[in-house]
């Protein structure tokens, strides 16, 4: 694996808090609701009268937040953040958010997703004398505020100018929450008017469990600042388009969630519709369509729909084992998809089924549910995955990891089949997903290597695969 693969690679979410009390506990309750975007840790940071205060963990929301600590983090204001990184990125420095509490001016940095030259940032801020703790972008943001000049406005509009990459920022400072999207939109971000305050978060359904309501969505390259007197918008890059990560409506996000416009649900739906119409006119003949829960459901609810096969619960999942897709070893990962799926043999014994999967990454959770199954007693397997095969690797925040462990990037269909022991398998198209989500403003870098940023040091990554390959 290269060097540059080694380091930290993350989805994560943000949630944040201006104007309404007991802001901390909100923060709670939001964080909560972004859980399915990051395990590892997480944290809260206040803002109570120009005292900065932060508590923060490794582990779960309901873990690491007890009713003692949340009565130690006052204010008003506030921002938070749930971690997902990889095995070898799980350092305590790098859980947000990152506090600078200077003498002068206390701010907190909480982001999602990656700065793709962050490298270059680093080697620049630390001929200038910065001293970083940890591995996380963060650090970088911070550093870049505290060297730049003017208000505190003007110097998070010079920061946020010399960074490339996809994220969702919130800063806290005694000024009020700001809240940084970047400028080709690839990560999400929205806020809702809340009380005589907003609530600011990387997916909609967090204002939900507050009785919140969706007001915007932050624009790309625009920064949001919530301030006692109200918002203030401002850019620090103009004429922005919006490339939505594919990946949040395929897999990330919760399916009650609404980015960009796109209801998450409704979006998953028309991709079942639309590979139930494909198979239709290939004549596939089956008995029952089951989708690997959760992400899948929704999808499988489409598929059904539209061919008018039974929607089935041939698949059980056990909720209390963690994500199998980080484990360091193939054979922990086996193990854990083993732990976390069951099938129910008296549904899928003696049927033709029609498997719906989200995506298909290294191929270990595909793979083992055709075995089990057919184990179970399925006379036929056929896996119908909600996305285009993924062959490029991600470098906008998301741990789809190296070529050399993305199985497309190895295989064809015909090749993954036979590997997957199914009886057919197909993918859906770019062209069908940009017709099922009804807007072309998406990322697909992992399913065509289009990426929307200059890549920097990660682009010998690229080039030394294309090279591989001719
Ligand atoms: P794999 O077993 O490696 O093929 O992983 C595919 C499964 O992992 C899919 O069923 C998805 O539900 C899930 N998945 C896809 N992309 C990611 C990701 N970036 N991080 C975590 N899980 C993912
Ligand atoms: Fe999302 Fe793929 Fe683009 Fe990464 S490359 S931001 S996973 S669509």
Known sequence: MSEVLEELHEECGVFGVCHVEDAASLSYYGLHALQHRGQEGCGIASMDHGVLQAHKGKGLVS???YPSVMGQLKGDCAIGHVRYSTAGGNEIEN???LLANLTKHKFAVAHNGQIVNAKEMRVY???QGSIFQGSSDSEIILHLIQRAKGTFLERIKQAFSLLEGAYACLILSEEGVFAIRDHNGLRPLSYAQFHDGYLISSESCAFDVLSGTLD???????????HPNGVTHDRYRNACETHMCAMEYIYFARPDSVIDGINVHEARVATGVCMAKKDKMAHLQADIVIGVPDSSTSAAIGYAKESGLPFEMGLIKNRYVGRTFIQPTQKQRERGVRMKLSAIEPIVSGKRIVMIDDSIVR???SRRIVQLLKEAGA???HVRIASPAITYPCFYGVDTSSFEELISARMN?????????ADSLSFMEISDLVSSYQTERLCTACFNGAYTTGLFSYGDIIKTFLSHKE
């Open 63 to 65: 873990e690491v937040f």
């Open 125 to 127: 801020l630390e001929a």
């Open 216 to 226: 915007k969505d932050v624009e790309p390259g625009e920064i949001v600042w919530f």
């Open 413 to 421: 269909e015909q090749e993954l089949c036979a590997y997957l022991k």
């Open 95 to 97: 859980v947000q958010p």
């Open 379 to 381: 006379l036929e397997v």
């Open 363 to 365: 191929g270990t959770t």
